[in-house]
């Protein structure tokens, strides 16, 4: 059974630094064909913020977290990161990680098969 786990969330201020891990279970993530961040904000919809194949070969980012999300990953931990830095109240909500058996576009989330439960990230001002 394929499980992935969040974690890392947490309250922080506006312009600061949290880093989300994704660990998955029961399957490696090289066997994905691609890895995306999501996030929903209360009364919203669920929105990508950025994507990745496990080979790391191509990174895409939505234009709200360009330059300021990372997205890496470790193998030996089958482990995939979201760094965030630069912190805005907007940034407020709960992200989700997700994977995809098949490739397509990183943004559509019919596209992923597998997604975790979402850990919370609330940025005060």
């Known amino acids: 059974q394929v499980q992935l786990v969040e974690s890392g969330g947490g309250l922080v201020q506006a312009g600061g630094s949290l880093r989300l891990s994704c660990a998955a279970s029961?399957?490696?993530?090289?066997?994905?064909?691609?890895v995306g961040w999501f996030r929903q904000a209360r009364g919203k919809e669920r929105e990508f913020v950025g994507g990745?194949?496990?080979?790391?070969?191509?990174?895409y980012y939505a234009d709200s977290v360009k330059g300021r999300f990372t997205i890496s990953r470790d193998n030996a931990k089958n482990t995939v990161y979201l760094q965030m830095i630069s912190l805005k109240p907007e940034d407020t909500a709960v992200y989700y990680c997700?994977?995809?058996?098949?490739?397509?576009?990183?943004?559509?989330?019919?596209?992923?098969?597998?997604w975790g439960q979402g850990t919370q990230v609330t940025v005060s001002s």
């Open positions: 997700a994977a995809a058996r098949y490739s397509g576009s990183y943004s559509l989330l019919r596209n992923y098969d597998y």
């Open positions: 029961g399957r490696t993530f090289s066997s994905y064909a691609m």
């Open positions: 990745t194949t496990w080979t790391a070969s191509s990174t």
